[in-house]
């Protein structure tokens, strides 16, 4: 399969082309994506998992069986306050509810029981 570049290609996926090509005789730019894809993510999930103190305190509680409402008491802050904390983590965590919440925070250890 004949692959055309752009002109505006990448000068490092343009290296990282000509140096396949010369080495297995073909380029194959998916699997490049894919991998890049890959590594980008895992990068920027790194980059996201910094979690203030109060958001680790959050977290923790949350794992427990308390609401909203009595984690908001006992952090001493309003049940909106509690909600941003929540929306934040579910972000930077990747996740939409509050299990999975919990779950990844123990799967990256940053809840201990």
Known sequence: ?????????HPD???RALGEIH????YNADT????SRRLLSKESKDAELRLSDRERVFLQLAASDLTYKQIAAQMNLSERTIDGYRETIFE??????????????IRRRLVSF
């Open 1 to 9: 399969m004949l692959r055309l570049f752009l002109k505006d290609i």
């Open 13 to 15: 996926e343009l290296e």
């Open 23 to 26: 080495r297995n005789g073909y």
């Open 32 to 35: 490049y994506n894919i991998n």
């Open 92 to 105: 930077k965590l990747r996740v939409q509810s509050r299990v999975g919440m919990v779950l990844e925070g």
